[in-house]
């Protein structure tokens, strides 16, 4: 959470009034063929060629393609300077040096995005260390990181029992246990990590029950336990495939909340959480020093409508309604 | 389901932490204070191209932050 902490200060949020602010994923950026993808390269590489370092920053530009600056820093200070000075020479192009040409349009590409399920289940989840003493009024000060849950409508139906009177309860689908502990029941808490296996998870089941009823509205009641564990890569050759092997895991034990609209067939509140532990490391997911079992926690919760940010693993939902873009 | 259960509480005691009364004890602290995300009070866009167009159409200057992952998401 700390890479986004830069843009947390007062000034750079006001600073930030004068541009037209975006936030984007930089591996496809940088490393795809996609005509969005060619024009950053062009506008901040110089060429369109892909990168095969690192284009992680933050940049300034004009919509005509001219770069008027960057740099990858986490300091509040350098990157208010840097955007005042991107703004000083802003000031002295003209109209049509800030503008694209006439005529031209910016394409884009297909992306995880257009899968976005509009009528299905769409969640955050937050991951978030824990205190080792396990005290809750401790925890919120904890490091944290965010991920988005898809899941389309028909899958969706598979968090409620068949039956929705109350009294019935039923497991949760398999698909739906499999999509939470493989993608997001995950140690990405300080940097990202690589999915598991199918056959990595054990011992997880979730139970659904139906303990209330209003009208169309029906609360459900979640809990079970979740457990992965890793100790060699198992999904083949694709985007996520480690140098090494990395053994490592998480269980959890985890209890949620739902009202279900049964007419509408879509959620009008979800809230679950799971409280675990999580041992060894991955690459990247900043654990270097620390591979002894300690405690994490997760909370999920619905996403605000139109935040269509693809979940990390997306592309290994391994479902027909996910279009790969990289095969359109 | 109830051996497992039972084996999973008998190895770490945070496995034995959430019940109905502390749920919600639990459930707030986990989830971002305000002030963790202030950086959302900033109307970022999603992509790119969008950020150009939108740039274009209002003549303002893009601020492009990238990352590996997407910074509104998993990085």
Not at chain 1, 292 to 321: C, Q
């Amino acid at each position: 959470m700390g890479r986004r902490s830069v843009w947390s200060k007062e000034k750079l949020i006001e600073l930030t009034k004068k541009f037209v602010p975006v936030a984007d994923e930089v591996y496809r950026l940088q490393r795809d063929a996609g005509p969005e993808c060619r024009v950053f390269r062009k506008i901040f590489r110089g060429t369109e060629e892909p990168s095969r370092g690192t284009m992680q920053g933050i940049y300034v530009c004009t919509a005509g393609g001219a770069r008027l600056a960057g740099r990858n820093s986490l300091n509040a200070d350098l990157v208010a300077k840097m955007l005042e000075g991107a703004l000083e020479k802003w000031d002295q192009l003209s109209t049509e040096e800030r503008s694209l040409p006439v005529g031209t349009s910016i394409e884009v590409g297909p992306r995880w995005e257009d899968s976005y399920p509009s009528a299905g289940l769409v969640l955050v989840r937050t991951a978030r260390d824990l205190p080792k003493k396990l005290d809750p009024a401790a925890a919120a000060v904890m490091p944290f990181n965010p991920d988005q849950v898809w899941f389309a409508k028909k899958e969706a139906r598979g968090f409620l029992p068949d039956q929705l009177t109350p009294g019935q309860k039923g497991p949760v689908s398999r698909l739906i246990v499999e999509r939470l502990t493989r993608f997001h029941l995950v140690d990405n808490v300080h940097g990202q990590t690589i999915p598991y296996a199918p056959s990595e998870v054990t011992s997880s089941k979730i139970t659904s029950e139906v303990t209330g009823q209003d009208g169309d509205l029906v609360e459900v009641q979640l809990s079970g336990t979740t457990k992965a564990s890793s100790d060699k890569w198992l999904l083949g050759g694709n985007y996520w495939k480690p140098q090494r092997d990395w053994p490592h895991g998480v269980a959890t034990k985890l209890l949620g909340r739902a009202v279900y609209d049964r007419k509408r067939g879509v959620f009008t509140k979800f809230e679950m959480v799971a409280l675990g532990e999580r041992w060894g490391r991955t690459q990247l997911n900043g654990r270097a020093m620390y591979t002894a079992a300690e405690p994490i926690g997760f909370e999920f919760s619905l996403a605000a409508k139109g935040a269509r940010i693809a979940p990390t693993f997306i592309n290994m939902y391994g479902v027909d309604w996910v279009k790969d873009p990289y095969k359109q | 389901m109830r051996s497992m259960l039972v084996s999973l509480l008998l190895v770490s005691p945070i496995l034995a932490q959430l019940s109905e009364d502390n749920f919600s004890a639990w459930r707030d602290p986990l989830r971002p204070a305000a002030k963790e995300i202030r950086w959302q009070r900033i109307p970022w866009l999603s992509s790119f191209a969008a950020g150009l167009r939108r740039a274009n159409a209002e003549d303002k200057p893009v601020l492009v932050w990238v990352m590996n992952g997407h910074p509104l998401g998993c990085t």
